[in-house]
């Protein structure tokens, strides 16, 4: 896609409307919907409108420094991708693409353990990436990702905590969707009814690559993504405890991130087991459904945590997202869906133009709210609404 043609993208909520006419409609499902009821996933979104700005007028505002540091890295914005699956079946090579995205914009991204494309692959392309990773079951298959991890290059390990078990996603039994997509009549209308996915995308990769498997939740490669008579085990995870991220820690000296934590007794578990930071989060709305949304969990646990850093994801779709974020004590946010968009529609360039989207959004929101830096970003500058 041409960087005109993506001028008509003005917000993340564009590139949605792109994707949903692309994708075929499983694939559409799999990454917009959540769980059951979809409680969590909107109660993520209104958890913003909790909170009203504050904003502190002639202040000098002509320069504006949206950058921060985490663990010794400096990064242009407070905004990272987050990790998302199956995003080389969304948009060609949509791994690399984010990742590489990301790095030329100087932006935080994490790597899915879902992926579909090996991460030695995105890791030679994008350095820097952070790596997200499911723990296997059995001790020795954690010893062997962990090895891998390290030997890939990755710098900082992000640990998912809250799949013990897959998710209610009924809406994917509604569409067709399941890992691995099975064959039929209706997945072939569908990839032929959605000519620009089957051959820029499914087809592209079938004759350059193959057929993508999972390729990162162990140290060996995994199931296809496409199969009549396969299935993919979520089973392996439901006697997982602190002590398997005791061992990672042990194992693991670079930076590790623990995310998919939404109360204080956890976070300060996470601390004292030797986590460098916390993601708070609720996977998006994709797990638990009537969880609390991240946004509203984060000011109790920035009270208990002291200097241990929070970040958090779930519902970011705004600059003013962000800043609200921010305000309430979050390091950092990450932005997944629209990112994963951004790469269907318009490849590397797509998220590139959705990551300088986001920026100029802080950017501006930062000096309409009159403070020059994040660190000045206060929780003195937000109010509750209402």
Avoid at 81 to 106: E, H, N, W
Avoid at 216 to 239: E, K, Q
Avoid at 275 to 291: E, F, K, P, T, W
């Amino acid at each position: 896609m041409t960087i005109k043609a993506l001028k008509k993208y003005l917000s993340l909520h564009d590139f949605e409307r792109a994707a949903k006419r692309r994708l075929p409609k499983p694939l559409f499902a799999y990454v917009s919907g959540a769980v059951e009821d979809e409680q969590s996933v909107t109660a993520n979104r209104s958890a913003f409108r909790n909170y009203a700005f504050k904003p502190r007028v002639l202040v000098n505002v002509s320069h504006v420094d949206a950058s921060i540091s985490l663990f010794g890295t400096k990064y242009t914005m407070p905004v990272g991708i987050a990790p998302m699956g199956l995003a080389a079946m969304t948009g060609y090579r949509g791994d690399v693409s984010m990742a590489v995205a990301a790095k030329k914009a100087g932006a935080l991204c994490i790597m899915s353990g879902s992926s579909l494309i090996r991460l030695e692959e995105v890791m030679d392309a994008a350095p820097g990436t952070w790596f997200q990773a499911y723990l296997p079951g059995k001790e020795e298959q954690i010893d062997a990702l962990i090895d891998r991890v390290r030997q890939a290059g990755v710098e900082t390990l992000v640990l998912t905590v809250d799949t013990p078990v897959a998710a209610n996603r009924e809406n994917n039994i509604r569409s067709g969707f399941s890992t691995p997509l099975r064959p039929s009549l209706s997945l072939a209308w569908q990839g032929i009814t959605h000519p620009k996915w089957l051959l820029g995308t499914f087809g592209k990769t079938l004759m350059r690559h193959g057929m993508p498997h999972f390729e990162n939740n162990y140290a060996t490669r995994g199931t296809p993504i496409m199969s009549s008579n396969v299935l993919r085990d979520f089973s392996d995870r439901g006697h997982l405890s602190w002590e398997h991220i005791d061992r990672v820690r042990k194992m693991w000296n670079g930076p590790l991130v623990i995310k998919g934590i939404l109360n204080v007794e956890d976070m300060l578990r996470a601390r004292n087991v030797g986590a460098d930071a916390v993601i708070v989060s609720n996977h998006g709305g994709r797990q638990l459904d009537g969880s609390v949304a991240p946004l509203l969990a984060l000011p109790e646990m920035i009270e208990a945590a002291g200097e241990f850093p929070l970040m958090l994801d779930s519902g970011v779709r705004r600059g003013t997202d962000v800043l609200k974020a921010l305000a309430l004590g979050a390091r950092a946010v990450w932005i997944g869906r629209p990112f994963n968009y951004a790469a269907t529609v318009g490849g590397e360039q797509g998220v590139a133009h959705a990551l300088e989207l986001i920026k100029q959004e802080v950017l501006r929101d930062m000096a309409l709210l009159g403070v020059t830096r994040v660190g000045s970003i206060s929780r003195e500058l937000i109010c509750t609404a209402g």
